[in-house]
């Protein structure tokens, strides 16, 4: 039996889609346009980029679409990642089309804040919008820990391109650095806990007979 599609999230899951394949679609006409008129001039790089972009930014959204079927503080979650994917779009296509009109450094700096926000919230979206309720107390935190530090990572990043004037602190690097690993390593660990987390199949002696016959 399907389940009845949730109608707060198939519009924008379906929206999301078919921008995902519009952008991919116009980046490989792009691209084989130039291939097969062996010119690639400045206008080609721009449209290239442009879809290359939005299909990264409509698959964060998708991630964070996953989500909004959740209730609470998981919904939010899912709401703010479409939000920033948005944004972070719409700063990429203005900083490739009209760099010179938006202030390039004050862009750049929205940019790299917008960006490892979206990718927060796109791990975060895909983690809680695939949470069960049978879960573990270990699988559970797990979730818990790898949020919280890529949140962490993500936050001390924005602060870095927000508010860093010339050498970064190599301390904070380090910081950044063991957040993401942890954020990685928790993210890989939940599959395996709730592999482990399974009960065994129960062999009963008839089927044990059978075999051994």
Not at 21 to 43: K, P, R
Not at 118 to 131: P, T
Not at 133 to 150: I, K, W
């Amino acid at each position: 039996m399907y389940s009845a599609p949730d109608s707060h999230r198939s519009p924008s899951i379906r929206r999301a889609a078919q921008m995902l394949a519009a952008a991919l679609c116009l980046a490989g006409a792009v691209a084989v346009w130039a291939l097969i008129t062996g010119s690639f001039d400045e206008t080609s790089v721009k449209v290239l980029l442009s879809g290359l972009a939005a299909a990264v930014c409509t698959v964060a959204g998708l991630a964070g679409a996953t989500a909004l079927r959740g209730g609470g503080a998981t919904r939010r979650v899912g709401q703010a990642t479409i939000a920033v994917s948005e944004l972070a779009l719409a700063l990429i296509v203005a900083l490739i089309w009209i760099p010179h009109a938006i202030g390039g450094a004050v862009a750049l700096r929205a940019l790299g804040v917008t960006t490892v926000l979206m990718l927060a919230g796109a791990h975060a979206s895909l983690l809680l919008g695939r949470a069960r309720g049978c879960e573990t107390d270990t699988v559970r935190r797990l979730r818990q820990a790898a949020v919280a530090c890529a949140t962490g990572a993500a936050l001390l990043s924005s602060g870095i391109f927000a508010l860093a004037e010339g050498t970064v602190d190599p301390a904070l690097w380090r910081v950044l650095g063991v957040l993401v690993v942890l954020a990685l390593l928790a993210t890989l660990l939940i599959p395996l806990a709730r592999r482990i987390a399974q009960p065994l199949p129960r062999s009963n002696g008839r089927t044990r007979l059978q075999h051994e016959a």
